[in-house]
């Protein structure tokens, strides 16, 4: 069965630090990856996805994702964080018929 | 906007009772996949139906129950409620059966008292 593991249930960064949000994967077939984030009292919105194409995918709102099939890892980074990137954020595997779930890393941005 | 529909937005019920959470999936899309989210258990798959047709469970409770209609919205039943039942519940659509990218509402808040 398809699982993620989230390093972390809260990171708190400096506005303009980067962002690293760590993500390891557990699949018995080639996965496909996905980050979600979650604004207080909102839906999940999609961030990025990796679909067996290129192993560095870009997302939306200056997100980017490395897949590394040797490290298991899909982690989350941005080069310059923004007060707006408050939030929480959920990596995720396709499993049979559904996505998985991690269990969450919030990011905080200290000004 | 995710162009997915969730009525209501906040539910307060008391134990016991029976409530009916509602999604309406972006136009053209034929998947509606339930999600609950709760803080100790975090996001989980209850329920897939694709084209009015159940394809997935998940850790859905014998006390819940869903159906997708012809016109493709979807309803989620929660009877008999428990405090811990207390949870958002989101869905999410998708065009395809199988999960490729899929959009999500803003959720249902169920509080049960």
């Known amino acids: 069965a398809q699982s993620v593991t989230q390093l972390g249930s809260h990171v708190s960064v400096s506005e303009g630090a980067l962002v690293l949000l760590r993500c390891n994967y557990s699949?018995?077939?080639?996965?496909?990856l996905f980050w979600y984030v979650q604004y207080p009292n909102q839906g999940l919105q999609l961030l990025l996805k990796?679909?067996?194409?290129?192993?560095l995918v870009k997302g939306i709102n200056g997100f980017e994702a490395e897949f590394k099939k040797s490290e298991t890892s899909f982690h989350l980074t941005k080069p310059s964080a923004h007060m707006s990137d408050a939030a929480e954020y959920f990596c995720?595997?396709?499993?049979?018929?559904?996505?998985?779930f991690g269990q969450g890393t919030r990011l905080t941005i200290n000004p | 906007d995710s162009g997915v529909t969730q009525t209501p937005k906040h539910l307060i019920t008391a134990t016991g009772q029976r409530v009916t959470l509602r999604c309406s999936p972006r136009?053209?899309?034929?998947?509606v996949y339930w999600y609950q989210q709760s803080l100790d258990q975090g996001l989980q798959f209850l329920i897939q139906y694709y084209n009015g047709e159940e394809r997935a469970k998940g850790n859905i409770l014998e006390r819940f129950s869903a159906q997708q209609f012809p016109d493709l919205h979807s309803e989620l039943n929660l009877s008999s409620l428990e405090l811990g039942d207390s949870a958002l519940y989101f869905c999410?659509?998708?065009?395809?059966?199988?999960?490729?990218?899929?959009?999500f509402g803003q959720g249902t808040r169920l509080t049960v008292v």
């Open positions: 990796y679909t067996s194409a290129a192993t």
């Open positions: 136009s053209g899309d034929l998947s």
């Open positions: 699949s018995s077939v080639p996965p496909y």
């Open positions: 995720a595997v396709r499993g049979a018929q559904k996505l998985v």
């Open positions: 999410a659509s998708s065009v395809a059966q199988v999960w490729t990218e899929a959009f």
